[in-house]
């Protein structure tokens, strides 16, 4: 059995589906259809009665959230869901509620829900600095390149 701890949960295992490698850096484990086995253990972590902070986080990745874009659709700070996270704090209910609705109808394929959190990512994007392209070159000493 492999103990599947990649995804932040520590109790997952997997009984087959895998196949561990030699790689240049040690074993690697290769996982066949990756998004099906995360999709089932999504829909297991929604018939828990309580989530843990792992739990959530994951849920939350899987929508392809951040921690603030989750606030926003919840109506929370970006603080009290890195607080949930961390289990330094319960989630209430009608968040709790809101955050495995998202997720049910997301991975069902409802259009509207993939729509809204599509838009919720891009938003995001467009609100993080983006990064100065640093071009270098190598003369005595590396260096910032000067380009036209």
């Not at 606030?71 to 603080?79: D, L, N, P």
Request: glycine residues 8%.
């Amino acid at each position: 059995m492999y103990h599947y701890t990649e995804l932040g949960l520590p109790n997952v295992w997997l009984v087959n589906g895998y196949t561990v490698h030699d790689t240049p850096y040690g074993k690697g484990v290769s996982i066949t259809d990756l998004e099906g086995l995360h999709r089932v253990i999504g829909q297991l972590l929604l018939s828990k009665p309580r989530l843990t902070g792992a739990e959530i986080r994951f849920l939350r990745k899987e929508l392809g959230c951040s921690q603030r874009g989750l606030a926003e659709i919840i109506g929370t700070s970006e603080q009290t869901v890195s607080l949930w996270e961390r289990d330094r704090g319960q989630m209430p209910p009608a968040s709790d509620r809101i955050l495995r609705l998202f997720y049910a109808e997301h991975v069902s394929g409802n259009v509207q829900v993939r729509k809204f959190m599509e838009q919720r990512a891009e938003a995001e994007r467009e609100r993080q600095p983006r990064a100065r392209r640093l071009t270098l070159e190598k003369g005595r000493t590396w260096r910032e390149a000067v380009t036209a």
